[in-house]
């Protein structure tokens, strides 16, 4: 129970490990607990980091607790195909490949203290309809974190979100995309529809007041830049 850290490797491959409990634990080394197939339920509640490949390929994991954690690693959860819903309220750093092929995740909050998502961070999450992001602001540092196979809308809940000042939106030629989320926000359209491919590398403001904007990236590629 008093344990504080856990080394690189330590229980990698132990098929038989079903949960974890670390109350104490603030660290977790590379690839602790990959491919432990039957692991399903994690609660680290003082966990602050989560080095690459921590648990990579654990299929069978469904719950995880982990509501300080400030970094993820690369590939730290990829391929954890049973888990549905994470909530990242302290995150600041998620790692490239983080999430990729959960194929079981539908929603994915990320928190406002978050600075860096990492290239397809959330790609090929094939059931992932919503992620929900909490005080975009426009120094964040971002890959393609989508990019294939994730059908996901994203949410922007707070003032600011980092989009290309304009950009060919549905059929409108002319229409720039700050136009585009002063409607969306005013109620007159229900959702900024981004059906070209764009290069995001520019501040837009959300209107204080109005609807949930939101923002989906469909029949296009969508490169993010910071």
Do not use: H
């Not at 008093?2 to 490797?9: A, E, K, L």
């Not at 994470?86 to 600075?115: D, N, P």
């Not at 002319?174 to 059906?195: F, K, M, P």
């Amino acid at each position: 129970p008093n344990v504080r850290s856990v080394g690189g490797r330590a229980f990698s491959g132990c098929g038989n490990l079903t949960e974890i409990s670390l109350p104490s634990a603030i660290q977790l080394g590379e690839e602790a607990f990959m491919v432990c197939n039957n692991l399903s339920t994690v609660d680290i509640p003082k966990v602050t980091k989560i080095e690459d490949d921590a648990f990579y390929f654990c299929t069978s994991l469904s719950e995880v607790n982990m509501p300080v954690v400030e970094n993820i690693g690369n590939n730290a959860f990829r391929v954890c195909e049973g888990l549905e819903e994470v909530s990242l309220s302290s995150v600041k750093t998620i790692g490239e490949y983080a999430f990729s092929e959960c194929s079981g995740l539908t929603k994915m909050e990320v928190g406002r203290t978050v600075t860096r998502i990492g290239q397809e961070a959330f790609s090929d999450c094939i059931q992932l309809t919503e992620i929900l992001v909490y005080n975009w602001r426009d120094n964040i540092e971002l890959g393609d974190y989508l990019d294939s196979g994730s059908p996901a809308t994203v949410v922007f809940l707070d003032d600011m979100i980092v989009l290309p000042t304009t950009s060919m939106i549905n059929d409108y030629e002319n229409i720039t995309l700050q136009d585009a989320v002063n409607e969306a926000a005013e109620g007159t359209r229900g959702e900024v529809l981004i059906e070209k491919d764009v290069l995001i590398n520019a501040a837009i403001t959300v209107p204080a007041k109005g609807y949930p904007v939101v923002i989906r990236a469909e029949g296009g590629d969508c490169s993010i830049y910071n």
